[in-house]
């Protein structure tokens, strides 16, 4: 990969929902330093500092950078950046009516330094969009998924079969944000959503599904291959 590409993944354009993040420590930072210059407080310019040093880090955090993702429809890609923390048989979502027989389930945690923004695994009609209020625990913890607040999404597939993806809110995440709704039609590798400051993202094979990822794997949203279809 050339220098200039590197580059262009550091600083990608940032997700919408960054804004009011930039534009309150943006300002923060320029009032401070022009209070700090006319009183010559140097408290304030220590808020300055503190307040670039805020905005600069969110410029990286909700960096959401061009993915290309592989022109097949027989596979699943990964929904979300980072590492994968476990990967074992168990039953779908309760709340998505998706039965109780035990499938592939794919977690894949996310570091405040990942990109967080959430992609569709595959090609497909949402059938289903389930909130669920809960606690703040580690994400990287097996039982994040059945404790933490989240939102789950099914997903039916053209030749019928279902998957869920599962957004999971972390330790230190408060606010999860999903732009798709039910009965839309949605492409593999499309932005559907969003977590914001550390979190976990669980992908649900269909039946007879095998993963093709392992423990610990890096995962790139939208392009890593986490199985067949």
């Avoid at 534009?23 to 022009?34: P, Q, V």
């Avoid at 330094?113 to 909130?131: E, K």
Wanted: charged share 20%; glycine share 8%; with cysteine.
């Amino acid at each position: 990969m050339s220098l200039l590409a590197s580059l262009k993944l550091v600083v990608a354009r940032p997700h919408r929902e960054a804004r009011p993040f930039l534009l309150a420590s943006g300002a923060t930072a320029a009032l401070a330093y022009w209070a700090g210059r006319k009183l010559r407080y140097p408290v304030l310019r220590g808020v300055g500092h503190a307040s670039a040093g805020f905005f600069g880090f969110c410029l990286y955090f909700f960096r959401d950078p061009a993915r290309v993702t592989p022109a097949r429809n027989d596979v699943a890609v990964a929904p979300a950046d980072g590492h994968i923390v476990s990967i074992e048989k168990v039953a779908p979502p309760a709340e998505l009516d998706m039965g109780t027989t035990p499938v592939w389930r794919i977690a894949t945690f996310l570091s405040v330094l990942d990109v967080h923004v959430n992609r569709m695994p595959a090609a497909g009609t949402v059938t289903r969009v389930a909130y669920h209020p809960g606690l703040f625990l580690n994400a990287s913890l097996d039982k994040a998924s059945e404790q933490n607040e989240r939102n789950a999404l099914s997903l039916t597939l053209p030749d019928g079969r279902m998957m869920a993806v599962v957004q999971i809110a972390g330790l230190v995440a408060r606010r999860i944000v999903c732009s798709v709704k039910e009965g839309d039609k949605v492409e593999a590798g499309e932005r559907f959503g969003i977590i914001r400051f550390g979190s976990r993202t669980d992908l649900y094979l269909p039946p007879g599904v095998e993963p093709l990822v392992s423990v610990g794997q890096t995962m790139v949203g939208g392009e890593t291959v986490m199985a067949r279809l």
